[in-house]
């Protein structure tokens, strides 16, 4: 990795565990043994990908850190609860996750469970009550426009109907900077560029963030990382085809690391187009992440993964290595790399970060 990046990584690693630590319920406060479980699980420990990758997106989209952070933050909150279900006896039954003793191992199993119940809602709590968007202090200089653009790829649409108004969705006051935006947008082009950012930027506030919750939903849920864990309890012991294999992982690993990306991308002002290939990028990268992870599980320790290496094999799962062999699976690897890269080419230096992640991902060691 070059020094900058590094550089990078350490210092977003840094500052959003402190913000993991302030958005998370304090110990101290009633129910305090769930209250201690839920921050044993979320803090100190893990590379936190998923909050980068949302970090990368929201700096080409041009986010203030404070949106990018809340997204990134539920984002993980969805990861960490996966993780502690998925350790527990009646699916993985692991004993170790990120160096440490499992939830469930640690507390008990009740516990855990219902941890991983308070982190699911947590995340989307935070994507509710955090204003997310709102564009005043970055105009777009390309707005969207207004006939509806559909996305690829399972991306979010953005509609001008009226109920997408943020004065109109209930619970949503209207903003109140329509004179601060004109100010701005002026400096762009002339009356028509105005009035277009008018319209970007009212359609954009509350129907865009409702947009984010359901795409983290969908993210989450049995269409997405649920499901894909579902086919990977029902593929134990079997032989899986490549496009079978695809599915599984596209959901249950996929899915969030997508999720991730479009959440960061989405706290800024991006067209649909620029959407649809982001939400390219993180499916091929997402994918990416698995192959490497099954590569890993075969050739790394537990020392170094931090947690049990070897599990896969152990419990007869479907892997890219069982199926295609170490070095096929290295080359599925560099592939989805290299499409994933190909992916950003029109961003230029804005996805730089991206870049670098997804050299990360792929030439990880653990």
């Not at 977003?12 to 565990?17: D, Y």
């Not at 320790?301 to 094999?313: E, H, I, N």
């Amino acid at each position: 990795m070059r020094a900058d990046f590094q550089g990078w990584v350490a210092t977003h690693q840094a500052r959003f565990e402190e913000v993991l630590r302030n958005l998370l319920p304090r110990a101290d406060i009633a129910p305090q043994r769930l209250h201690e479980a839920m921050r044993y699980a979320v803090l100190d420990g893990g590379k936190r990908v998923r909050p980068l990758l949302a970090f990368a997106a929201g700096e080409l989209a041009g986010a203030e850190q404070g949106r990018a952070d809340v997204a990134a933050a539920a984002v993980e909150l969805i990861h960490a609860y996966s993780l502690v279900h998925d350790d527990m006896p009646c699916m993985d039954d692991d004993v170790l996750r990120r160096g440490k003793p499992t939830c469930h191992k640690q507390y008990d199993e009740a516990t855990a469970l219902l941890v991983g119940d308070a982190l699911q809602t947590l995340a989307f709590q935070l994507l509710a009550e955090h204003r997310l968007n709102g564009h005043a202090r970055f105009p777009h200089p390309n707005p969207l426009p207004m006939s509806s653009p559909q996305s690829s790829g399972g991306t979010t649409s953005h509609s001008t109907r009226p109920g997408n108004c943020p004065s109109q969705v209930a619970g949503y006051p209207a903003s109140g900077r329509g004179g601060e935006r004109e100010r701005q947008s002026s400096t762009l082009a002339g009356e028509g560029a105005n009035e277009s950012l008018r319209e970007f930027h009212a359609n954009d506030d509350a129907a865009r963030q409702l947009e984010m919750v359901k795409l983290l939903a969908l993210a989450s849920g049995s269409r997405g990382m649920a499901g894909g864990q579902a086919i990977d309890l029902a593929s134990v012991g079997k032989s899986l085809t490549l496009p079978e294999l695809e599915f599984m992982h596209i959901h249950k690993t996929g899915a969030l690391i997508r999720a991730a990306v479009l959440l960061g991308a989405h706290c800024g002002p991006v067209s649909a187009a620029q959407l649809a290939k982001l939400d390219h990028f993180g499916k091929l990268i997402g994918l990416a992440f698995q192959v490497v992870d099954d590569v890993l599980d075969c050739e790394a320790d537990t020392a170094t993964l931090g947690k049990t290496a070897g599990k896969d094999a152990d419990n007869d799962k479907p892997t890219y290595v069982s199926l295609l062999g170490i070095q096929g699976a290295r080359d599925m690897a560099q592939r989805l790399h290299r499409e994933a890269l190909e992916t950003l080419a029109g961003f230029g230096d804005a996805a730089q970060r991206l870049r670098e992640l997804a050299d990360f991902i792929v030439l990880r060691k653990y």
